[in-house]
């Protein structure tokens, strides 16, 4: 099993729609960041969070939210989804500790139509 | 403002040498990093090296840090079908939540 799941891995969804992504991990880090990626962009920092009563927003906050309901997870929001949030989303993972290796998600694959 | 730049293609035949070059503008990093991205997968960190040193050598990749440039290449010897992927140049500082990403750049390896 991998150690960062994201869920869903594919989501087709209407402009306005709420949708909710969802990270688990099994790594036991506390640091866990959500990314977007499109193409000719590489990746953009969303949400970060350092532990469980830590949150912090990244350079593309805005239309997102984000919820740590565990050391374990970390679920990314769009309250009302739009186009332009079509993207591939990636969680990660850290361990906040020597080289800052991040550990990523598969990715969830959102189209809004 | 900070910008990590790569090219985006690189086509090279089953068996050259691939270069990977990203210009980075950060000089306060402490860590350079290689991640590749496999189709579907996320990415996975294939090397970095500290910020102090001037190469890293991991069995066919070599990594080569100029700092007066601020530019990172990664070589890859021998280049394999298998090493299709997308390859992120990121720059950070463990510790903190900011790591920069370039755009990534493509290797498609011809047979």
């Known amino acids: 099993d991998a150690d960062v799941t994201q869920t869903p891995r594919n989501r087709i969804t209407k402009t306005g729609k709420r949708i909710m992504l969802e990270c688990s991990q099994t790594?036991?880090?506390?640091?866990m960041y959500w990314y977007r990626q499109d193409p000719g962009l590489g990746l953009r920092l969303i949400y970060y969070?350092?532990?469980?009563?830590?949150?912090n927003k990244g350079e593309i906050s805005d239309g997102y939210s984000v919820s740590r309901q565990a050391q374990a997870k970390f679920s990314l929001s769009l309250e009302s989804a739009i186009p332009n949030q079509t993207a591939l989303y990636f969680c990660?993972?850290?361990?906040?500790?020597?080289?800052?290796?991040?550990?990523f998600g598969e990715g969830s694959r959102l189209t809004v139509l | 403002g900070e910008d990590v730049e790569q090219s985006l293609f690189l086509s090279v035949r089953e068996g050259d040498s691939s270069v990977i070059n990203c210009t980075y503008t950060?000089?306060?990093?402490?860590?350079l990093y290689w991640y590749k991205q496999e189709p579907g997968a996320g990415l996975q960190l294939l090397t970095y090296?500290?910020?102090?040193?001037d190469m890293k050598q991991d069995q066919r990749l070599t990594v080569l840090l100029n700092k007066k440039d601020k530019h990172l290449s990664l070589r890859i010897a021998d280049t394999q079908t298998g090493d299709s992927a997308i390859y992120f140049c990121?720059?950070?500082?463990?510790?903190?939540?900011?790591?920069?990403f370039g755009t990534g750049t493509r290797l498609k390896v011809l047979a």
């Open positions: 990660a993972t850290e361990d906040g500790v020597v080289t800052g290796e991040l550990f």
């Open positions: 790594k036991g880090h506390d640091r």
């Open positions: 969070s350092f532990d469980v009563k830590d949150i």
């Open positions: 950060d000089s306060s990093s402490t860590y």
């Open positions: 090296i500290f910020s102090n040193m």
């Open positions: 990121a720059e950070g500082t463990s510790g903190t939540y900011k790591y920069i």
